[in-house]
């Protein structure tokens, strides 16, 4: 299940690239959906034995290790658990929403069978990178997201994509130099990449682990993107087309984050105690930055885009916690930020596509125009400032619960910013509803709204209410994985 995981993506890119372009939406939503049915099953792979096997501290539902290179040590080796299995299923379950949103209306620029080729690839890549418990191998899958992002961008954004695309490539590519020389040092160091075996910091010496966490910080801190190292973010979602950004906002950046979490605190865990303090800084800086930025957007996918960088601001706070509490809400903050950012960026293409704008002073009025669009988006939106009952509650306040359990004056006055950070978080989305959805109607917006669109985002909208409800959906499963993390 874990090899066809990863293989019917990449299998169905190949396929796709050979056959007649006729059939290539159908094709691409196929495997896309195909891809689901091992997903799917892996959850039942799941025990209540999810604790330590002899001695070690991932213990996986399920797990793969092959020889692959034997002259080099390496080998392919794959493994789900409770903190990488809500990522896989968010994953396999926003590829195939985009496949199908693509096989309906595909955006302008290169061909239609190219970009789904493209969303395959990505979706191997990211699927391989959760899934990898081996350190070369999940710098590899890493790897393999970059170009097909870039060529997202420079080949079906907009008028500015090339220089969207370019930040982006030269942003990530510096990220991945920092991170091949982590993963270097530590492999060396301790003799093996296997990350079963290195979690616990085993065999590595505090001044290695200090050193190989400050790389790895600032590599998955690029990729997530965390502040100050965020500046591409905006340009890359603003230029990328509605598909792309989904993936972007919905997935990929939480590559950035999971890594943090299953390679920084579980690799170099006394290099994740040393920095803890710095992270918790900066983490409260980057959900005081997002926010006030957000306040002064006129655009709306800029505006999400921004949105991003405080409630990544959140995630960070929750691991630099180093409590359970914290990384527990950072795996929930991630998977409701891939929920409802997702759903967010479809609804700000769909209204770009129907205004030709995506300027706020010029989208007011929505409620009278298009009521049904003007409520999903209240909906999201609401979503994504905290509203309790929804997804994004959880994440947002247990990351201050944590910084308070982590006690101190520093963590109590982080815990407070945060705090402010969330009550701006509700104005600026607020801000955003009262210029779309009220006042004086604006730029006229056809009010239908497809099949093709309905089944794109129903999903997301039940999904967000459901684990808003009850978020054991996505924390079942992790305390013991989570405790192994913890230093």
Known sequence: MLVATVALPAVGAGLLSMLPAKRAGIIATV????????????AFAADDDDGIRSGAAIHPWAEVDLSWVPALHLDFHLGVDGVSYPLVALTGLLTLLCCAYTMWRAPAGGSPRTLLVLLLILEAGILGTFLS???????????????????????????????????????????????????????????????VALTGGTGLTKGTQYAAFALFAVAFAVKAPLWPLHTWLPDAHTQAPTVGSVI???????????????????????????????????????????????????????LIAYSSVGHMGFVLLS?????????????????????????????????KDRAHTGELADLGGLRETAPRLAGLLGFAAIASLGLPGLAGFWGEAFAVVAAVERGGVLWTI?????????????AYFLRLLRKVTH???????????????????????ALTLAVGLVPSLVLAATSLPVEALIP
């Open 248 to 302: 972007l906002a919905g997935v990929l950046l939480k590559m950035g984050t999971y890594g943090l979490i299953r390679v920084g605190l579980g690799v170099t865990p006394l290099g994740a105690e040393w920095a803890s303090p710095l992270l918790g800084i900066l983490a409260a800086a980057a959900i005081l930055a997002g926010a006030l930025i957000c306040l002064r957007q006129t655009e709306l996918k800029r």
């Open 414 to 426: 982080l815990a407070v910013l945060a705090a402010i950070g969330g009550a701006l978080t509700a």
């Open 133 to 195: 418990l081996d350190l070369i191998l999940f710098f590899l899958f890493f790897e393999v997201t970059l170009l097909p992002m870039y060529a997202v961008i420079a080949g079906w954004g907009g008028e500015d994509r090339r220089r969207a695309a370019r930040k982006f490539v030269l942003y990530t590519l510096f990220g991945s130099m920092l991170l091949l020389i982590g993963v270097l040092t530590v492999a060396v160091h301790a003799g093996t990449a296997d990350l």
């Open 319 to 351: 691991i630099a916690t180093l409590t359970t509490t914290g990384v527990q809400a950072a795996l929930l903050g991630n998977v409701a930020h891939g929920l409802i950012t997702g759903l967010l960026f479809f609804l700000a293409g769909a209204i």
């Open 31 to 42: 495997f896309a959906a195909a891809a689901l049915i091992p997903i799917v099953a892996l």
């Open 439 to 461: 006042g004086p109607v604006g730029t006229p917006v056809a009010p239908a709204i497809a099949g093709a669109e309905w089944f794109a985002w129903s999903p997301l909208v």
